[in-house]
């Protein structure tokens, strides 16, 4: 993509191994993708993600876009099981251009009834590797997701590793992002 300059300190994310990170002022960034409302970015140091919350320290970033890219629009109208997948769909692995739905990572959702009212979703997904540190970064981020839907009162993604994953999971469309339809 491009290479800009950070305006301000910044919080990060080390990738792969999910540590947090802090990455300086004035630091050249090269943006490696802006999917799901988070920014991948490569440093001299490796590569970070940068949360959509602290996206404005980045120069030059047209922030506006990357909601547009998100899917930050206001959802209308009642909840549904189909606006948790397209919530889910919103969420992306930092160094895989595809969503954790087309990656073939969630495995399962449930919805019920939540014992204070509205909605209980319950999301069980994997990741492409056991040792991955992102994990609970990207379940942490599908779980924002699903929370933020309307009627939903109590959302948890739960990180399960049976079966195992496997590139034949991925779906046909993710397959075609990755060019290996």
Same mark, same amino acid.
């Given at each position: 993509m491009s290479t800009t300059r950070l305006l301000e300190d910044v919080p990060a994310t080390v990738i792969p191994a999910g540590t947090p990170a802090t990455l300086a002022a004035g630091e050249a960034v090269h943006i490696v993708q802006t999917l799901g409302g988070n920014v991948t970015v490569r440093t001299d140091h490796g590569l970070f993600r940068i949360a959509r919350a602290d996206a404005g320290a980045? /120069? !030059?970033?047209?922030?506006?876009?990357?909601? @547009?890219?998100? !899917?930050a629009a206001v959802v209308a109208g009642g909840f549904s099981e189909q606006l948790v997948w397209d919530a889910l769909k919103g969420c992306f692995d930092p160094e895989i251009p595809v969503n954790i739905v087309d990656l073939g990572l969630v495995y399962d959702l449930d919805i019920g009834d939540s014992p204070a009212g509205g909605r209980r979703v319950d999301v069980k997904m994997t990741l492409t590797a056991p040792g991955c540190g992102m994990g609970p970064v990207i379940a942490e981020d599908a779980r924002q997701r699903v929370a933020a839907l309307p009627g939903v009162v109590e959302a948890r993604v739960h990180i399960v590793w049976d079966p %195992?994953?496997?590139? %034949?999971? #991925?779906?046909? /469309? !993710? @397959?075609? %992002?990755? !060019? #290996? /339809?």
């Amino acid at each position: 993509m491009s290479t800009t300059r950070l305006l301000e300190d910044v919080p990060a994310t080390v990738i792969p191994a999910g540590t947090p990170a802090t990455l300086a002022a004035g630091e050249a960034v090269h943006i490696v993708q802006t999917l799901g409302g988070n920014v991948t970015v490569r440093t001299d140091h490796g590569l970070f993600r940068i949360a959509r919350a602290d996206a404005g320290a980045i /120069a !030059g970033l047209d922030l506006d876009k990357l909601d @547009r890219e998100a !899917g930050a629009a206001v959802v209308a109208g009642g909840f549904s099981e189909q606006l948790v997948w397209d919530a889910l769909k919103g969420c992306f692995d930092p160094e895989i251009p595809v969503n954790i739905v087309d990656l073939g990572l969630v495995y399962d959702l449930d919805i019920g009834d939540s014992p204070a009212g509205g909605r209980r979703v319950d999301v069980k997904m994997t990741l492409t590797a056991p040792g991955c540190g992102m994990g609970p970064v990207i379940a942490e981020d599908a779980r924002q997701r699903v929370a933020a839907l309307p009627g939903v009162v109590e959302a948890r993604v739960h990180i399960v590793w049976d079966p %195992q994953w496997t590139p %034949q999971m #991925i779906s046909e /469309a !993710g @397959r075609v %992002q990755l !060019g #290996i /339809a």
